[in-house]
């Protein structure tokens, strides 16, 4: 690769890190509409279960699939639309008071281009992230895992959230509810 290729290749991977951080502060700040912006229409959002299976099962078998067996998050756009107008209902137990979120995004590594890097399109894009939550006085939760997205280049330019998958490094959910958006 020579050193425009290299070029090219860092300022995608910059575009899509701020988009990916920009994203993450919008959730923060509970600017919930302008973040369902980001979202394509035909958006798949899935969060399967971990499975505790042996090692030469994992491979295989580590986590349930979407759409055939039970998932944390098997979603649309849609879904996630009524999700976002019940918690600003004001009466959605899990979030009332709001929580105070912070979401970190890191190891953010472009993995796929199509067509081309300077034609990007569409991209995959891998990265690990940290939510943390504070409630009330003293809940408070972590979530970690990685997350896979794939980001689709929209008609003024930006990008849009087409698919999002996401892997909890633990198996037992260990906080009360999982109304927070990841």
């Known amino acids: ?15 899509v890190s701020d988009f990916l951080h920009h994203e993450a502060d919008l959730l923060d700040e509970r600017r919930f ?4 912006d980001l979202l394509a229409d035909d958006l798949t959002y899935v969060m399967p279960l971990r499975l505790n299976v042996s090692h030469a099962e994992q491979e295989a078998r580590g986590v349930t699939r979407a759409g055939e067996e039970t998932c944390w998050f098997d979603e649309g756009k849609r879904t996630l639309e009524k999700r976002v107008a019940q918690i600003r209902t004001g009466v959605h137990w899990a979030e009332e008071p709001f929580s105070r979120v912070s979401h970190l995004v890191s190891n953010i590594r472009v993995t796929g281009v199509r067509p081309d890097i300077p034609a990007a399109a ?11 939550r ?34 909890l490094d633990q198996n037992v959910l260990l906080a009360k509810n999982l109304t927070v958006l990841f």
Request: glycine share 6%.
């Open 134 to 167: 504070n409630r009330v006085e003293s809940e408070t939760d972590f979530f970690v895992g990685r997350r896979t997205d794939t980001l689709r280049r929209s008609k003024d330019g930006g990008w849009l959230i087409a698919r999002r998958q996401l892997l």
């Open 122 to 132: 569409e991209v995959e894009v891998g990265c690990r992230f940290l939510v943390y």
């Open 33 to 36: 509409d302008e973040w369902l």
């Open 1 to 15: 690769m020579d050193n425009d290729e290299r070029l090219k290749v860092m300022l995608l991977k910059d575009e």
